[in-house]
T-cell receptor
């Protein structure tokens, strides 16, 4: 079982809806990440948080809005998404941002935009 | 040239076979290296970190050649449950506060199917 928990597992939404993806870890990790993964492709980094501060934004459109309320939680707020945003959204965490730390992934939210 | 390159396969091998995957990376300043496996419609899971001296975990052996910027994964005595996509992952390094600090770069993945 993964130690990074994501909810919901599946989400179907219309282009005008607002929804949020949630991620939680209790490993004491201080770095958390959002990735997007399309079928048969590797994960693409979207955002990195370090000690609850946004560290990296990989030029993600503003219809995706991350939030880190505390060291255990990471949210991704969604608004006015496009059909091409349908993908698996993965959250990950690592002890911190130092370069030798592996990342541990949640099992993802499968998002479909109608 | 891609930052991390892998042979996409697919590799189809019988149970009990030995199979090797290769990966090259472009940035000589890369700091750390990992192999992840990903099952169909599941999340990537850390298989092993790769250390300069090479390391082994049961049937799995990882090697790193910094001079050639090359990483390998060897799987001995393949099992049906080894069927998955294997992702070569590199941390390119960088300084704290920089745009690549803590960032992992993924290869495209190598598909392995182990058949009876």
């Amino acid at each position: 079982d993964t130690e990074v928990t994501q909810t919901p597992k599946h989400l179907v939404m219309g282009m005008t809806n607002k929804k949020s993806l949630k991620c939680e870890q209790h490993m004491g990790h201080r770095a958390m990440y959002w990735y997007k993964q399309k079928a048969k492709k590797p994960p693409e980094l979207m955002f990195v948080y370090s000690y609850e501060k946004l560290s990296i934004n990989e030029s993600v459109p503003s219809r995706f809005s991350p939030e880190c309320p505390n060291s255990s939680l990471l949210n991704l707020h969604l608004h006015a998404l496009q059909p091409e945003d349908s993908a698996l959204y993965l959250c990950a965490s690592s002890q911190d941002l130092t370069n030798h730390q592996p990342q541990h992934f949640g099992d993802g939210t499968r998002l479909s935009i109608l | 040239r891609k930052e991390v390159e892998q042979d996409p396969g697919p590799f189809n091998v019988p149970e009990g076979a030995t199979v090797a995957f290769n990966c090259t990376y472009s940035n000589s300043a890369s700091q750390s290296f990992f192999w992840y496996r990903q099952d169909c419609r599941k999340e990537p899971k850390l298989l092993m970190s790769v250390y300069s001296s090479g390391n082994e975990d049961g049937r799995f052996t990882a090697q790193l050649n910094r001079a050639s910027q090359y990483i390998s994964l060897l799987i001995r005595d393949s099992k049906l449950s080894d069927s998955a996509t294997y992702l070569c992952v590199v941390n390119m390094g960088g300084r704290a506060g920089g745009t690549s600090y803590g960032k992992l770069t993924f290869g495209q993945g190598t598909i392995l199917t182990v058949h009876p």
